[in-house]
C-alpha cells in the first residue's frame, strides 16, 4: 500500500497503548510524539503537524476516559483517525461526469509529472467501468508523447486523436475534441504538452488549449516526490486556469508522499486518484477516509465493494453464492475466488482495503503473493472436473467380492492425484499441498460463517437489528483472531457494522471466504472435509 511506512509507524505509535497497564497523560505525550515523528518523516508541514498533535491531545484528554484503558485507546485511535481525515480532507466537491453527454477533461502538470501514464491510467478506469472513452494528443513538445498516447490507446483499445504532422497543439486540441464530441464520447481527455519549468509560455498555451476545449475540468497532474512544495506548483497552475481537481502520482513507496497529499488537501482543489505505479491499475480513487483507514490497517470496505461491484464477480456466481451461503466450497470456488482478487487489479492495494489484512501483509511481498496465486491457478488447471468439484472419488477393493471394485469417496485428496496434479502444472508437491491447506482452512471459515448465516444478508439484517452483541459474538468465533485485533477489536469491527450496510457486509464475507492468500488464515482452519455429493 501506499505510505506503507507511514501507517505502520502510526500503528506501531498506538500499539503502546495496548500494552501500557495505564493510560496517562504521559503516555498519551508518547503515543503523540511517535505519530508526529511519523508524519514529519513523511514531509507533513512542521506547523501541520503541531496542529494535528494538539488537536489530537486536546480531544482525548477532554473526554473522560469511562471504560478504562480499552475506552481510552479506542478514543486516542478514533482521535487520530479523525484528525488524519480533516488533514486530507478537501473543501471542495470534485467534477462528476454524467452518463450520456460529452464529458471532457483537460490534463495539465509540469514534464515528467507522469500526466501521459495518468491519461490512460484515467480512461481505463473509465472505460473499465462501461463508458464511451478516448484520448486526445495535444502535447506537440515532447517527440515521443503522440507514440506513447498511441500504444497505451492500443493496449487498452480505447481510441485516440492526434497527428504527428500538426504542430499547433491548439489547432490538435480544437480538432481531437471536436471530432469524439461529434461521435458521442461520453468521457474525452486531452493531453497538454509538459515543461521542466512553469514556464510562461507553458501557461500560454495551456490558456489558449483550454479556450478551445472548454474542458468541464482541468485536471493537474502532479509528482508526490517533491513532498509539500506541490502546493507550490499546484497554486501557480490553478492561478493560470480553472484547476478543478489533482490527481497525484508516483505514491508508490516515497517517503514524502504524506507531505504531497497534506499539502494540495489544503489548497482546497481535491485530490480524485493517486497513481501508486506505472501500470495502468496502480491508481486508486482518493477518498481521505478510505485512505487513512487503509493506512492505520483498518481497511477500507467501501473501496473494496467498488472494486467487486467493477468486477460483477458476484453477478457472475450466482451458484456459488448460493453454496457458500449453506457453508460448502468447493476448489472450483477457490479458483472463482482467486479469479475475482487477480481481475481486481494490483493485489497489495486489494489486501490493503481488507480490514486488518495489510498488517498481515507486512513483510510479504504483493509480487510474490500473485506469483503464488498464478501456481495455484495451474494447479487448477491440472485438475480434473470432479476433482474441482472435491468429488474425491477412490477405487478400492471390494472385500465382500473378491477381484472387484467399488467406488469410494475420500474427503481429501489422496497423495497420487496431488503428485498427478503437481507434474501436469509443473509445480513442486508442496505446492499442491499449500493450495489445499489454503482451501481447508476457507472451507473452514465459509463453513462456520455459513453456519450462523453471516452469508446472508436477509438473516445478518434481522440479526443486527434483534441482537447485535449476539451477531458480533458469531463474526468474532468465524474470523481469524489476528485479524480481528488489527481491526481494532471487536469494538470497531461493530462500528463497522454500523456504517456500512448489511448486503454490502455480507458480500464482503464471502469475498472473504474466499481469500485464501498464502500465509492467512481463515478462521484457524476448518474441520470436516469437502463436501461428498
Ligand atoms: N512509480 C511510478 N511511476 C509513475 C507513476 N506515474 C507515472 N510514472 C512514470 O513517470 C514517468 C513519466 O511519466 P509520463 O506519463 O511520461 O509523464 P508526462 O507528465 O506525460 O511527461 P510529459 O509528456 O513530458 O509532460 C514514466 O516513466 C512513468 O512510467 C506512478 O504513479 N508511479
Given at each position: 500500500m501506499v505510505l506503507q511506512e507511514l501507517g505502520s509507524k502510526i500503528n506501531s505509535a498506538l500499539s503502546k497503548l495496548n500494552t501500557a497497564t495505564v493510560i496517562d497523560e504521559e503516555t498519551i505525550d508518547e503515543v503523540l510524539k511517535e505519530i508526529a515523528k511519523a508524519l514529519l518523516s513523511s514531509d507533513v508541514n512542521v506547523r501541520v503537524v503541531a496542529e494535528v498533535r494538539n488537536n489530537i491531545r486536546k480531544e482525548v484528554l477532554s473526554e473522560a476516559a469511562a471504560g478504562g484503558a480499552t475506552n481510552k485507546t479506542r478514543q486516542i485511535r478514533n482521535a487520530v483517525f479523525s484528525e488524519l481525515v480533516r488533514l486530507l480532507s478537501p473543501s471542495k466537491e470534485p467534477f462528476t461526469p454524467k452518463r450520456g453527454r460529452c464529458n471532457v477533461f483537460m490534463f495539465v502538470g509540469l514534464q515528467g509529472s507522469g500526466k501521459t501514464t495518468t491519461i490512460a491510467k484515467f480512461a481505463n478506469y473509465w472505460a473499465r467501468k462501461g463508458w464511451k472513452t478516448a484520448m486526445v494528443c495535444?502535447?506537440?513538445?515532447?517527440?515521443g508523447a503522440l507514440d506513447q498516447i498511441k500504444q497505451n490507446a492500443i493496449k487498452l483499445h480505447i481510441p485516440y486523436y492526434g497527428n504527428?504532422?500538426?504542430?499547433?497543439p491548439v489547432k490538435l486540441a480544437e480538432e481531437g475534441t471536436e471530432h469524439f464530441r461529434a461521435e458521442k464520447y461520453e468521457i474525452i481527455l486531452v493531453d497538454t504538452s509538459g515543461r521542466h519549468h512553469q514556464e510562461s509560455e507553458l501557461f500560454e498555451e495551456m490558456e489558449q488549449v483550454q479556450g478551445v476545449v472548454q474542458p468541464d475540468e482541468v485536471i493537474f497532474v502532479m509528482d508526490s516526490t517533491i513532498g509539500q512544495a506541490v502546493a507550490e506548483q499546484a497554486a501557480a497552475f490553478k492561478a493560470s486556469v480553472p484547476v478543478g481537481s489533482v490527481i497525484i502520482t508516483k505514491?508508490?513507496?516515497?517517503?514524502?508522499g504524506g507531505g504531497a497529499l497534506s499539502a494540495v488537501a489544503a489548497t482546497d482543489a481535491p485530490i480524485t486518484f493517486i497513481g501508486?505505479?506505472?501500470?495502468?491499475?496502480?491508481?486508486e480513487k482518493f477518498d481521505a477516509n478510505s485512505f487513512v483507514s487503509r493506512l492505520m490497517g483498518m481497511g477500507d470496505v467501501k473501496g473494496l465493494m467498488e472494486k467487486l461491484k467493477d468486477t460483477k464477480a458476484l453477478e457472475k456466481a450466482p451458484e456459488m453464492m448460493e453454496r457458500m451461503q449453506k457453508g460448502q466450497f468447493t476448489l472450483r470456488d477457490l479458483r472463482q475466488q482467486f479469479q475475482t482478487v487477480m481481475g481486481m487489479g494490483n493485489l497489495g492495494q486489494v489486501m490493503s482495503m481488507?480490514?486488518?489484512?495489510s498488517q498481515m501483509m507486512q513483510g510479504q511481498d504483493s509480487d510474490q503473493a500473485t506469483k503464488r496465486i498464478q501456481a495455484f491457478m495451474t494447479c487448477f488447471d491440472s485438475m480434473t472436473e470432479d476433482e474441482l468439484d472435491c468429488i474425491f472419488k477412490v477405487r478400492k477393493p471390494d472385500p465382500s467380492k473378491p477381484g472387484e471394485y467399488i467406488t469410494t469417496f475420500e474427503k481429501t485428496l489422496s497423495e497420487s492425484r496431488m503428485r498427478r496434479i503437481a507434474k501436469g502444472a509443473g509445480v513442486p508437491l508442496e505446492g499442491v499441498l499449500a493450495l489445499m491447506q489454503s482451501h481447508k482452512q476457507f472451507e473452514g471459515m465459509v463453513q462456520k460463517m455459513g453456519k450462523s448465516g453471516l452469508m446472508n444478508e436477509k438473516q445478518m439484517q434481522q440479526n443486527m437489528k434483534r441482537n447485535p452483541g449476539a451477531l458480533m459474538e458469531q463474526l468474532q468465533k468465524s474470523m481469524d483472531p489476528r485479524m480481528l485485533q488489527q481491526m481494532g477489536g471487536t469494538g470497531n469491527l461493530m462500528n463497522l457494522m454500523k456504517q456500512m450496510d448489511m448486503g454490502a457486509m455480507g458480500d464482503m464475507m464471502k469475498q472473504m471466504g474466499g481469500?485464501?492468500?498464502?500465509g492467512m488464515g481463515g478462521g484457524g482452519g476448518g474441520r470436516g472435509g469437502p463436501k461428498r455429493r
Open positions: 495535444c502535447d506537440t513538445f515532447r517527440a504527428p504532422l500538426e504542430a499547433d505514491l508508490d513507496g516515497h517517503a514524502r501508486t505505479g506505472e501500470h495502468f491499475d496502480e491508481f481488507i480490514p486488518g489484512m481469500m485464501g492468500l498464502p
